[in-house]
């Protein structure tokens, strides 16, 4: 396949001030990523533009600014090319359930002009470990088969980036796991994997890098590692009963309430527990618990997205197709 | 395999293995060739079902093409749309293929309707009636599948498309030449029975059994599916995901 001059290899996908408006609300804000042979998590909160970038990227969605790239070919100029190249699992689970599994699969082999879809489908199936199941309807399938099969029907004709979105929401945790287990030895065999998710505790163990984003603007790009490097401290969470006050301690920094909890962030956290004990006590407030742990990518997440919750009027269509029309 | 065709064979088989949605659209206008062909009181006839049989399967077509536009705002809804959209081939074979597979719905449903009228006692066709009955079909078909496709875009609501669809029904139908001749009608309805495009499919059908060949209602049904598939076209390119 001819490769444009200024395509560059390592990155399957390159944005370039990437934008999306609807009216006065801007749903992505000049987004700029380069992603190579990885899993690539994009992390925020409901609405924050997760959906839409990939909508754009998948070439369903015109970007008001701004380009992108998708191994090498322009999403704009030869959005087929495009999608010749890639997979797009959206997060609905729309499999036909009046269909066996491989009927399914064999229906988006044909659509790929897969050369020989009869056996490609055998081979997918089995690799997602369909193959026993693969004559029966879909109807009886599980939740973590389904998705499965939404996968062998993506990977039916080699894509080399796939774009999943929310792919383990609704999922049992041995189901997740499962689908996580199969992401990963896709990205093993070279495959560019795109993912979003707020599932963070996923997105930690299994992205290699990851994106925050807020309100259609990126806010951090790096490996799980490198972020909850941002938070350098250790986090305090305090159970408190009575009024809440602050404490002044020198290397302690009060972060947020949470539910009953006052959090707090501590350079040396071992040190600063007796310390935060001993000055809520004089304050008054009465201490029934403490922990202290290292920053999980929820704290880094919250630290710079803040807990804002989703303020938009909760919507039966869109929970149930959040991949149309969100922000 | 074409496109167009992987997604016909995919909402044929759906409807094959569905039951209920087909036998629900064969009832319907078989209780009609059966309570409305045979037992209403007739006068300028003596053999009504032979009149009736061209409207009742024009009805059939009109009744499986609307029930056939809310294939596609199932698909929006549960979200295969996005899925197909992402797809390589050229995104008009969704469209196509919906538009081939209500045709195709309409015209076996009426076949069915077409020999259950002559156990009943219609006349038989002869061959070349035959052929003449399913081209009018065929056209008036993917006209209404077009037309039904276009509004399901449109609305893109089940319960409103629900709604758009009974009320698009009855007044077509009995504001057509289905029941009677325009002869028989109330004046005020003679000129509306005649720009009704269901009146030149159904004219057209009784034309052929004269054993002439109905032109003008040809031309008419084949520019006006032209337009409609062009008006669905239109509409399908402007979607939102």
New interface residues.
């Given amino acids: 396949m001819e490769k444009e001059a200024t395509y560059d290899a390592r990155y399957s996908i390159v944005t370039y001030d990437l934008t999306k408006k609807y009216g006065d609300l801007c749903a992505v804000n000049q987004v700029n990523l380069s992603v190579g042979t990885e899993i690539f998590g994009i992390l925020g909160p409901n609405g924050s533009g997760k959906t839409t970038t990939v909508l754009m990227l998948t070439t369903l969605l015109e970007p008001t600014e701004g380009t992108a790239e998708v191994c090498g070919y322009n999403i704009h100029t030869e959005p087929r090319k495009v999608r010749e190249s890639i997979s797009y699992v959206p997060q609905d689970m729309a499999v036909d359930v009046r269909l066996t599994g491989r009927e399914n699969v064999h229906m988006f082999a044909e659509l790929y002009g897969v050369q020989n879809p009869a056996e490609r489908s055998d081979e997918v199936l089995r690799i997602l470990e369909l193959s026993d199941r693969a004559d029966e309807y879909a109807k009886v399938y599980s939740g973590g088969m389904r998705r499965r099969l939404e996968l062998a029907q993506a990977l039916v004709h080699n894509p080399k980036v796939l774009f999943l979105d929310e792919p383990t929401v609704g999922l049992d945790v041995a189901a997740r796991k499962k689908i996580w287990e199969h992401i990963k030895k896709l990205r093993n065999a070279g495959m560019t994997i795109f993912v979003t998710t707020h599932y963070m505790d996923e997105a930690d163990k299994y992205c290699d890098r990851v994106a925050i984003i807020d309100h259609g603007t990126i806010k951090a790009i790096d490996t799980p590692e490198n972020l909850k490097k941002i938070i350098s401290q250790d986090v305090i969470s305090v159970s408190v009963t009575g009024p809440c006050t602050g404490v002044d301690l020198p290397g302690v920094r009060f972060a947020f309430f949470e539910d009953e909890s006052i959090v707090f962030y501590a350079d040396s956290g071992d040190e600063a527990l007796p310390q935060i004990k001993d000055a809520l006590s004089a304050n008054g407030v009465t201490v029934t618990a403490m922990s202290l742990r290292k920053p999980s990518l929820d704290d880094v997440f919250l630290h710079l997205v803040g807990t804002e919750e989703d303020k938009g009027p909760f919507n039966l269509s869109t929970f149930r197709n959040m991949t149309r029309r969100r922000g | 395999?074409n496109?167009i065709l992987?997604?016909c064979r995919?909402d044929l088989?759906?409807w094959f293995?569905?039951k209920w949605g087909f036998i629900s659209a064969m009832v319907m206008p078989a209780a009609w060739l059966l309570f409305v062909g045979l037992a209403l009181p007739i006068s300028f006839t003596d053999n009504y079902i032979d009149f009736v049989t061209p409207g009742i399967l024009v009805m059939t077509i009109l009744s499986a093409s609307l029930a056939g536009g809310g294939l596609l705002i199932l698909d929006?809804?549960?979200?295969?749309f996005?899925?197909?959209?992402?797809?390589?081939?050229?995104r008009e074979s969704i469209l196509f293929g919906k538009i081939l597979v209500i045709s195709i719905r309409g015209i076996i449903q009426s076949t069915i309707i077409l020999c259950f009228a002559f156990l009943l006692g219609a006349k038989l066709y002869t061959p070349s009636q035959l052929a003449g009955t399913y081209l009018i079909l065929f056209i008036f078909g993917a006209l209404l599948a077009s037309a039904a496709a276009s509004i399901a875009i449109y609305l893109d609501d089940h319960d409103q498309y629900a709604a758009a669809n009974a009320m698009i029904t009855m007044p077509l139908f009995f504001s057509s030449s289905a029941m009677m001749p325009y002869e028989q009608m109330p004046s005020w309805l003679i000129p509306v029975a005649h720009i009704n495009p269901l009146s030149f499919a159904i004219d057209g059908i009784r034309i052929f059994q004269t054993g002439e060949i109905p032109l003008t209602q040809i031309g008419f049904l084949s520019i006006l599916c032209v337009f409609i598939i062009g008006v669905a076209v239109h509409v399908f390119r402007k979607v939102?995901?």
């Fill in positions: 395999m496109p992987v997604y995919r088989i759906r293995r569905g929006r809804m549960l979200g295969f996005n899925k197909f959209l992402a797809l390589p081939p050229p939102q995901v």
